[in-house]
């Protein structure tokens, strides 16, 4: 099984910053996409921004311009870097992971639990 685990969330005022971080640990062969999603209460998950393990990424057009992806392959690690947040930013994030356990396992998805973000002052 991987295990994602998220860290970073908070509250923070509008125009404020943040940097959420998630670390895939156990059983990995190969991590391609990680990324993060995000949920707020009464909507449907969206698409934050992904990133390829060749450094390829895209992002929701809600954050375009604002948030930045990045990865460490060799840490196993995704970040999300994101400026200027808007109270409408305020969600639970989730990191997720498309991976391989072992050289002939299939391509699974794996979530995080999610960490909350809140934009208010």
């Known amino acids: 099984q991987v295990q994602l685990v998220e860290s970073g969330g908070g509250l923070v005022q509008p125009g404020g910053s943040l940097r959420l971080s998630c670390v895939a640990s156990g059983r990995i062969f190969m991590i391609y996409t990680m990324g993060w999603y995000r949920q707020a209460p009464g909507k449907q998950r969206e698409l934050v921004g992904n990133?390829?393990?060749?450094?390829?990424?895209k992002y929701g057009d809600s954050v375009k311009g604002r948030f930045t992806i990045s990865r460490d392959n060799a840490k196993n690690t995704v970040y999300l870097q994101m400026n200027s947040l808007k109270p409408e930013d305020t969600a639970v994030y989730y990191c997720?992971?498309?991976?391989?356990?072992?050289?002939?396992?299939?391509?699974?998805?794996?979530w995080g639990q999610g960490t909350q973000v809140t934009v208010s002052s």
């Open positions: 990133i390829m393990r060749g450094g390829t990424s």
């Open positions: 997720n992971a498309a991976a391989v356990e072992d050289i002939s396992g299939s391509l699974n998805d794996y």
